[in-house]
């Protein structure tokens, strides 16, 4: 059973790279508590610390029913909520009803035995559903990232002070609603976002940065045009895929010493129309927020084609003149919360 996590891969079993020490006869497996003592250490940490979806996976393994069985002994009131996807046994063709009842039977009392475990059966009709209930499940999981695009060198009318309050109250209400948050660490936007975002993620004790916060500064010091350009696209792309809201907040830069738009925020922009992600640009902020603002109200049934009302309505707001930024975080909240139920 192949498990992904932080980047690396374990495989229980073994690897076909070295076949001498795979698991595979019953000494193997009676003495595998003894011969992979770290492994098992490992798989029952992240067991305890993250959700687990188990495919085309039997439960029929006895080391990993012993670390399961570990777990609830030390954890007996509160296990993390793991889920696993069957197919529905349904009656094959030319099979007895007497067959197929045994077989409706056996999976029933399986699906309810896993839920001493904690996991919860996801059961499925055809096995291409897979393909659809992971794509979905996608979708779901990337909208809880918020990917936040801006940068200031002139700060407008709202001046430096009110906005970096702003984007730290924003950033500190998302974690508050249990947000994760990536940034590539926009000038005159990024260090207000991260102490936000800190700040809040510390405030509780459940809370992780590792898990709430992404930050990616751009590399700088390329100075091959090209080079530079490919490199950067490829650096947002990566990015953006991460989530599946982007708020796009200002976006001017200073070159030789005048302000003009920042079109690292316009790229932004598209990668992330690109990606699929719903894009809410703070028109009151001006500058390319505020032309990215026309531009997704101006064809809001485009960029909402679901929900396009009441979206409509929702995003009205963040295009309004305001003397005080931070009115603008109860609308921002408001709309993310409806789109993340969507």
């Known amino acids: 059973m192949p498990l992904r996590a932080a980047g690396a891969v374990y495989k229980m079993h073994g690897d076909i790279e070295h076949p001498t020490e795979a698991i595979l006869s019953k000494d193997d497996y009676e003495r595998y508590s003894l011969t992979h003592g770290p492994f098992i250490t490992a798989l029952s940490g992240d067991l305890v610390e993250k959700t687990f979806l188990f495919l085309g996976f039997s439960f029929t393994d006895p080391n990993l029913d012993f670390v399961l069985s570990r777990i609830r002994a030390r954890f007996e009131k509160h296990h993390r909520q793991h889920f696993c996807v069957m197919k529905r046994r349904t009656r094959g063709k030319g099979e007895s009803k007497a067959n197929f009842e045994y077989a409706e039977t056996k999976q029933k009392l399986v699906t309810q035995d896993l839920l001493r475990f904690n996991i919860k059966t996801i059961f499925i009709e055809d096995y291409d559903d897979v393909t659809r209930l992971l794509a979905d499940m996608d979708r779901r999981f990337?909208?809880?990232?918020?990917?936040?695009?801006?940068?200031?060198?002139?700060?407008?009318?709202?001046?430096?002070?009110?906005?970096?309050?702003?984007?730290?109250?924003?950033?500190?209400?998302?974690?508050?609603?249990?947000?994760?948050?990536?940034?590539?660490?926009?000038?005159?936007?990024?260090?207000?976002?991260?102490?936000?975002?800190?700040?809040?993620?510390?405030?509780?004790?459940?809370?992780?940065?590792?898990?709430?916060?992404?930050?990616?500064?751009?590399?700088?010091?390329?100075?091959?045009?090209?080079?530079?350009?490919?490199?950067?696209?490829?650096?947002?792309?990566?990015?953006?895929?991460?989530?599946?809201?982007?708020?796009?907040?200002?976006?001017?830069?200073?070159?030789?010493?005048?302000?003009?738009?920042?079109?690292?925020?316009?790229?932004?922009?598209?990668?992330?129309?690109?990606?699929?992600?719903?894009?809410?640009?703070?028109?009151?902020?001006?500058?390319?927020?505020?032309?990215?603002?026309?531009?997704?109200?101006?064809?809001?049934?485009?960029?909402?084609?679901?929900?396009?009302?009441?979206?409509?309505?929702?995003m009205r707001p963040l295009g309004k003149v305001v003397k005080n930024p931070n009115d603008l975080i109860a609308p921002i909240i408001k709309l993310i919360e409806h789109l993340t139920r969507g």
């Not at 932004?268 to 703070?282: D, Q």
């Not at 101006?298 to 929702?314: H, N």
């Open 142 to 314: 990337r909208r809880r990232t918020v990917f936040i695009s801006g940068s200031a060198a002139d700060y407008g009318a709202w001046g430096q002070s009110a906005t970096e309050e702003f984007m730290s109250k924003l950033a500190a209400e998302l974690i508050n609603k249990n947000l994760r948050i990536t940034s590539g660490f926009g000038l005159g936007i990024g260090s207000a976002v991260v102490k936000g975002a800190v700040q809040q993620i510390y405030s509780t004790s459940h809370r992780s940065i590792d898990e709430q916060l992404v930050l990616r500064p751009f590399p700088i010091g390329i100075s091959d045009e090209t080079v530079r350009a490919q490199t950067y696209k490829r650096y947002r792309d990566e990015l953006v895929a991460q989530a599946g809201i982007a708020i796009f907040v200002m976006g001017n830069k200073s070159v030789d010493g005048k302000i003009v738009s920042a079109d690292g925020v316009r790229l932004e922009f598209e990668a992330a129309k690109a990606h699929g992600l719903h894009l809410i640009p703070i028109g009151s902020s001006a500058w390319v927020a505020e032309e990215l603002w026309k531009e997704v109200t101006g064809k809001i049934e485009s960029y909402f084609p679901k929900d396009t009302s009441k979206i409509s309505a929702l």
